[in-house]
C-alpha cells in the first residue's frame, strides 16, 4: 500500500472514530443495549413459560406452547402489543447504531497488534454480529417480514450440507458456537465483564455482579448446546437436527428433570436482560 494510501485510511479510520465517538451517536448506541436487554427479557419469559408448561403437563396439567422461544419469538411477542412496531424500530435503530460502533472499534479502536488487541477486534466483530441480526430482526418483524430463526438456521444446514465440503463448514460452525458458549460462560464466572463497565453507585455493584454472572452463564449453555445440535445435524447429515435458541430450549426440556433448567437458564436470560439496562447506563463506549 503506497503512503498516500494509506495515509487515506488512516483519516477515514480518524472520520469514523469522531463520527463514533459523537454524543448523539453514543446515546443512539447505548439504546442498543436497552434493545438487547428487552429482547433478551422476552426470551427469558418465553422459555420460563415453556418450562412451566412443559412441567404443568407432566403434572397433568395443560401445557402451555409460547411458539419460537427464541429471537424471532421475543421480537414477535413484542409486535404484538400495543405500540409494539414503534418499539421494535427504536430497537431496530439502536442496535444498528451499537452493531456500527462496535464495527469501528474493530477496525480502528485497537492501538497495538498484540495478541490482546486482536482478541479485543475480534470479540467486537462477534458482538456486532449478535447486534446487527438483532437489528435486521427488528426491522423485518417492524415491517411484517419477519421469520423463524430456527427454521432460517435450518435452511442454512441444509445449504451447507448440499455443498461439497457442507459437513466440515458445520462442524466449523458448531465448534465456534461451543466456543462462543464456553467463552461466555468463563466471562460469568470470572466477572471479566466488569471491564467493560463504568464504576457504578456502591449499592449497585452486587445486584449488576449477579445479574452479569447469571445472564452470561445462562447465555453460555444455550449457546453451547445450540454448536452441539449443529455438530448433530453434521454427524448425522441431518438440517432438522440443526435449530437456534429455540432448539436449544427443546433439548432441554426434553432431558429428565428438564423444565426446572430450562426456567433458570430463561431467568439467566431474564437478568442478563435487565443487565443490559445497566450496561446502558455505564458500558464503556
Known amino acids: 500500500m503506497t503512503d498516500a494510501a494509506q495515509d487515506a485510511a488512516r483519516e477515514t479510520g480518524r472520520q469514523a472514530r469522531r463520527a463514533a465517538d459523537s454524543r448523539w451517536f453514543e446515546t443512539t448506541a447505548r439504546a442498543g443495549f436497552v434493545g438487547t436487554g428487552v429482547v433478551h427479557l422476552l426470551i427469558g419469559y418465553l422459555a420460563v413459560l415453556l418450562g412451566i408448561g412443559t412441567a404443568a403437563a407432566g403434572s397433568g396439567a395443560q401445557g402451555s406452547q409460547s411458539g419460537d422461544t427464541d429471537q424471532s419469538g421475543a421480537l414477535a411477542q413484542l409486535a404484538s402489543v400495543p405500540g409494539g412496531v414503534v ?28 495478541a490482546r488487541a486482536w482478541l479485543a477486534r475480534a470479540s467486537n466483530v462477534g458482538r456486532a454480529v449478535v447486534s ?44 465456534v458456537a461451543i466456543a462462543i458458549g464456553v467463552g461466555l460462560v468463563v466471562i460469568g464466572l ?90 446502558a447506563r455505564y458500558a464503556r463506549i
Open 190 to 279: 470470572r466477572g471479566s465483564w466488569e471491564k467493560k463497565l463504568r464504576p457504578q453507585p456502591r449499592s449497585l455493584r452486587r445486584p449488576v455482579a449477579v445479574l452479569a454472572t447469571l445472564g452470561y452463564i445462562a447465555k453460555g449453555v444455550a449457546v453451547v448446546i445450540v454448536g452441539v445440535l449443529v455438530a448433530v445435524a453434521a454427524v448425522r447429515s441431518d438440517p432438522d437436527q440443526a435449530s437456534g435458541l429455540d432448539g436449544a430450549f427443546d433439548a432441554l426440556r426434553s432431558m429428565p428433570g428438564g423444565s426446572v433448567v430450562l426456567v433458570v437458564v430463561g431467568l439467566g436470560f431474564a437478568a442478563f436482560g435487565v443487565y443490559s439496562f445497566f450496561r
Open 87 to 114: 418499539l421494535l424500530w427504536i430497537v431496530a435503530v439502536g442496535t444498528a447504531a451499537l452493531t456500527v460502533r462496535l464495527v469501528v472499534e474493530a477496525v480502528v479502536g485497537g492501538r497495538t497488534d498484540d
Open 132 to 175: 446487527g441480526v438483532i437489528a435486521y430482526s427488528s426491522a423485518s418483524h417492524a415491517l411484517g417480514a419477519g421469520k423463524s430463526s430456527s427454521g432460517s438456521t435450518r435452511s442454512a444446514a441444509a445449504t451447507a450440507l448440499a455443498t461439497p465440503g457442507g459437513v466440515v463448514l458445520l462442524f466449523l460452525v458448531a465448534a
